[in-house]
């Protein structure tokens, strides 16, 4: 949604399935993620998430919508000229790879990175066929620094990041823009562009002070360093939880999620990396 307010839309763009996209509503544009989603299928049924097809195929309803709002010609113009921001992998390498058994017997990170890739360049080819031209693409972030990431792998009172995970989430980035890089030579008319999400955030966790943060390693919310959600529940009761009292300062709201003012910061370097699909 930053991206929409950096942007200078009034109103953020709503989700597909969500009743306000109705009408000439579509016109504005549309979400169609899906929270705990990712590159691999399995990714999605873990966390009762769409898949990339699934996400596809909302998309290909949303253009019949379109044509029927706008008229073939003008909804035509209107996909050619919008702009398609594509965000998974996270997930998929912290969330699902490294918490699965399974996955770990049956591929390396080398290898199981690599089916990312081939599914990303699988659905950025779905994208373009449907008609879609400027593509960025959020690399993953250092995902080792997460707090979350922190206490599972390593101890809750470390202060460190784990580096293998930093260095798979390097990896995949690598290809991640080397797969770009061939769609590129591929497809005609297509600019997609990796908006590099790394750095900002490693920047922010080992440099907080630069940059008006004080707190890296506990999430604002909660009382741990693994909680993700808004409320606790006890006994069936709600109940409330810590908050800290100046989330400007943390650059995590959870263990797992940047708060506002840290995603703002990171949202502004991503748009100066595409700045060739807005101009």
């Not at 529940?233 to 300062?249: E, I, Q, W």
């Amino acid at each position: 949604m930053y991206f929409a307010e950096i942007l200078g839309f009034t109103s953020y763009q709503p989700a597909y399935l969500s009743l306000y996209i109705k009408g000439k509503n579509i016109l504005n544009g549309a979400n169609f993620a899906s929270a705990g989603s990712g590159y691999h299928d399995s990714t999605a049924k873990l966390y009762h998430s769409l898949s990339l097809s699934q996400q596809l195929e909302h998309y290909k309803e949303y253009q019949k919508e379109l044509m029927k709002i706008a008229g073939r010609t003008d909804a035509l113009s209107i996909i050619d000229g919008a702009l398609y921001i594509v965000s998974f992998g996270s997930g998929d390498i912290l969330l699902n790879y490294y918490i699965n058994p399974l996955l770990r017997l049956v591929y390396t990170p080398d290898q199981f990175t690599d089916i990312l890739a081939q599914n990303y360049a699988d659905f950025i080819q779905n994208l373009y066929a449907q008609g879609a031209r400027k593509i960025g693409v959020i690399s993953v972030g250092a995902i080792g620094c997460l707090p979350a990431a922190i206490s599972l792998f390593d101890s809750p009172y470390s202060n460190k990041c784990v580096v293998e995970l930093n260095n798979v989430a390097l990896t995949f980035n690598q290809k991640l823009n080397s797969t770009s890089v061939n769609l590129r030579k591929m497809l005609p008319g297509l600019n997609v562009v990796l908006l590099d999400s790394y750095q900002p955030i490693y920047n922010l966790i080992t440099r907080p002070l630069e940059y008006g943060f004080s707190e890296t390693r506990k999430g604002c919310f909660g009382t741990s360093f693994l909680e993700k959600t808004s409320t606790s529940y006890n006994n069936n009761k709600k109940t409330s939880v810590r908050l800290c009292p100046n989330a400007s300062k943390y650059v995590f709201w959870d263990g797992l999620h940047l708060t506002e003012t840290a995603n703002k910061f990171i949202t502004t370097k991503l748009i100066s990396d595409g700045i060739s699909l807005i101009t």
